[in-house]
């Protein structure tokens, strides 16, 4: 009887066929002899993350595959990096990610991320907690220049503008309201005092005198972005009865994973980049298996080298993927292994498509799943596959029908 579950999403697996790796997709041109292995006692299908015909962000794509519609739950790119900072979000705040940046007179920026500043701790701390005409301003930092940001009281609205520009030498967006409601303009007027307050704060932060005495630009302003006010949502235990973690290099991943209040392990090595160390990622998942019911797996490099263009770097890095794959051969006769990808990159467009993508079930016992005779895990083999074409939100579903978890519709 299937019990744990482990899902591995791949970022950017699928693709278009490329001239130049013979009319195949990096995918298919990759020899994975531990993927095909698995496939060839597996059920596999092909994938429409958000349907037909709709290219998937990788953080809707990953929404939607833990079953939660993004109409319902998704609100930005801000509540889902602040999540995965740690920040506990409450419904109707407005989370922004943000960078500390440079800006001289007329907050003209001199540069997006403050000549790189490494440490932000210190500055996060002096703005944390601050209260602009009743909003409370929630201030941690990220990585490097990066922060978050939350802003809780009542009546605030996720519709307001970018403050970041994205490009330096023009002057900080002044935040506007992208909709007509009283409560997108006072989020928007809220949050250009606060920024200018903090801007006063920042400009005396002994921090950034030590900088400048350095040579080194001051963090003076915190560039906001992604802006998005937090919907309420069942978290990911309470909505299948499954105690979950996530393993994940990247930020948006781990942010995915928290914002569905799944447990974090970080791992040693995984860095969501192309020398990220996918074995020690395996290893802990079959680690954690003996401690979770669910465990999210997410390794990204194949997307953003497609993004790149690089589909030889690609298909290199799929090998080693299925490389590290061996470590799943040998599963429990309890445990279901899906694999699939959030979207299709397509390396000659440098960018997510809406073709679909190759997924796979897999029971360690070789019980309980309708083996059927796809042998090779990629595009076109899986095109014929029992599952034929699924949606994104029919993956949660037939992990819970084959952990005998769904309940009876009708007598
Ligand atoms: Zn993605």
């Known amino acids: 009887m299937l019990k744990k579950v482990i899902l591995m999403v791949c970022d950017g697996l699928g693709d278009r ?4 790796l013979g009319n195949l997709t990096p995918l298919e041109a990759a020899k994975t002899p531990n993927l095909d292995k698995l496939a060839a ?20 794509a990953h929404l939607t595959i833990f079953g939660y519609p993004i109409d319902q739950c998704y609100s930005g790119r801000g509540p889902i990096e602040v999540a995965g900072l740690g920040l506990k979000l409450q419904g109707g705040d407005v989370a922004l990610r943000g960078n500390f940046g440079t800006v001289g007179d007329n907050l003209i920026i001199k540069d ?6 490494l440490e932000v701790e210190p500055l996060t701390r002096a703005l944390d907690g601050m209260d602009v005409d009743g909003v409370k301003f929630i201030v941690k930092p ?4 990066r922060a978050g940001v939350i802003m809780r009281g009542k009546g605030l609205s996720g519709a307001i503008v970018d403050a970041d520009p994205h490009v330096p030498d023009v002057p900080v967006r002044t935040v506007t309201a992208t909709d007509d409601t009283p409560e997108a303009k006072r989020t928007a007027d809220i949050l250009n005092k606060f920024l200018l307050q903090a801007h ?3 400009k005396k932060h002994p921090l950034n005198a030590e900088r400048e005495k350095d040579g080194k630009l001051p963090a003076n302003f915190l560039l906001v972005r992604g802006g998005g006010q937090y919907k309420e949502l069942v978290h990911f235990k309470k909505k299948y009865d499954l105690t979950a973690c996530c393993i994940a290099g990247g930020g948006l991943y781990k942010g995915v994973g928290a914002f569905l209040g799944m447990d974090i392990i970080d791992v040693p090595g995984a860095t969501g980049l192309p020398d990220t160390d996918i074995e020690a990622k395996f290893k802990t998942v079959l680690q954690k298996l003996q401690e979770y019911d669910f ?9 953003s080298l497609s993004e790149d263009g690089n589909w030889e770097g690609k298909r290199d890095f799929i090998e080693k993927i299925d490389a590290a794959a061996a470590l799943l051969t040998d599963l429990s006769a309890e445990t279901l292994l899906v694999v699939t990808a959030d979207h299709s990159t397509a390396s000659e467009m440098k960018a997510h498509c809406a073709d679909p993508v190759p997924i796979m079930f897999y029971g360690g016992g070789g019980e309980s799943i309708r083996i059927d005779n796809v042998t090779a895990f990629n595009e076109r083999a899986c095109a014929a596959g029992g599952l034929g074409h699924i949606v ?5 579903p037939q992990v819970q029908n084959l952990l005998g978890k769904l309940h009876l519709v009708g007598a």
């Open 41 to 60: 006692k597996a059920e596999c299908g092909l994938m429409h993350t958000l349907g037909r015909g709709k290219t998937p962000g990788s953080d809707t």
């Open 295 to 303: 465990v999210f797996v997410h390794v990204k490099a194949a997307d």
């Open 142 to 145: 990220g990585t490097a220049h």
């Open 112 to 117: 997006r991320r403050a000549g790189r500043i």
């Open 200 to 202: 006063e704060v920042l």
């Open 17 to 20: 066929p490329v001239k130049e």
């Open 392 to 396: 994104g939100l029919d993956v949660m």
